[in-house]
């Protein structure tokens, strides 16, 4: 296909003057005279045979003509600078979007991005984060790193590590956690997989009580209630270890219960790019050493 010549210059100009409503001001972003800027808009009108603005005592109007066009320029340049940011050292910088579960992105993943950015730098990486409920397509993701048994719809997962499940709370409600059973007294915080607590208690060998504490969408936010005193946390220990190593919060018993582990997924129905396969190689290698414990342990 060869396109017919186009008038760039003249373009950029009424793409400005059409966001700005006023040539003096397209004149300024594009370094020019005003008068520049105004013989370009005209010269576009003359090749189109269309007025595209009102000359207004005071700025400028678009006719129905310039409003027709203004939107496919603002477009069309927008995606233009957008590949031109990509560009970086003479490389292009490949954009990366992940979402991934607030717990996972908190306790682990964060503190090891610099060692991904070192390793490949010219991958733009956009994190979000999620309470692990996550629609890949919808919001655009390259992948998504999640809790569970790595059965989702449509979806290729790949397992990382599982994150066994223990008791944790502050030093004052630790000191009275003798035995399992002291855990009776207590509240007990809950997350929306109703069948944590039970496992726990069966695998400490223990009659699990009626739970009735609170529930929340994540083990992040349920150990900061911990951290308040608002009750005791079954939360993955792996992931908190900074609070853990501060004191600020303990792990009373050694007893675990896996109900799950972290995948990393995408759509069956991507095509892997190539800082997608970087990130791919590198979280898994990141990686093995805990699921090495987890399988040792």
């Known amino acids: 296909m060869v396109r ?17 409503l006023s040539f003096t001001r397209a004149a ?16 576009l009108e003359e090749r189109l045979g269309s007025t595209l603005f009102r000359r207004l005592p005071r700025g400028l109007a678009l006719t129905d003509e310039g409003q027709a066009l203004l939107p496919a320029l603002r477009d069309s340049f927008d995606r233009i600078a957008a590949v031109l940011e990509q560009f970086e050292g003479g490389h292009v910088r490949e954009v990366l979007n992940i979402g991934v579960v607030g717990t996972f992105a ?31 397509a ?32 502050i030093p004052e409600i630790a000191e ?9 007294g207590e509240t007990l915080l809950r997350s929306y997989r109703a069948d944590e607590w039970p496992s726990w208690f069966a695998a400490a060998d223990v009659a699990a009580p009626t739970v009735k504490g609170p529930v929340f969408d994540s083990s992040r936010t349920m150990v900061e209630a911990a951290l308040l005193g ?29 109900n799950g582990s972290y995948w990393l997924t995408w759509l069956k129905s991507s095509t892997p790019t190539p ?23």
Not at 28 to 43: G, R
């Open 28 to 43: 300024i972003e594009l370094a020019v005279t005003q008068a520049a800027v105004s013989h370009q808009v005209k010269s």
């Open 275 to 297: 800082a997608m396969r970087s990130f791919q190689a590198w979280i898994l290698a990141a990686s093995l050493p805990f699921a090495d414990a987890a399988a040792a342990g």
């Open 230 to 258: 608002a009750g005791v946390a079954l939360a993955p220990p792996l992931m908190f270890r900074r609070q853990l190593g501060a004191g600020t919060i303990q792990q009373p018993f050694q007893t675990t219960v896996t």
């Open 138 to 169: 919808a919001e655009g993701l390259d992948f998504a790193i999640r809790f569970g048994d790595g059965a989702w719809h449509s979806t290729e997962a790949e397992r990382l590590f599982a994150a066994p499940l223990s008791v944790l709370c």
């Open 106 to 136: 908190v306790g682990w993943l964060i503190e090891r991005l610099p060692e991904f950015k070192l390793a490949h730098p010219f991958v733009d990486l956009r994190l979000s984060t999620n309470n692990n409920r996550v629609d890949i």
């Open 176 to 184: 009275r956690l003798a035995e399992p059973q002291d855990l009776h």
């Open 4 to 20: 017919p010549h186009l008038p760039l210059n003249a373009l950029k100009a009424f793409e400005a003057s059409a966001r700005h």
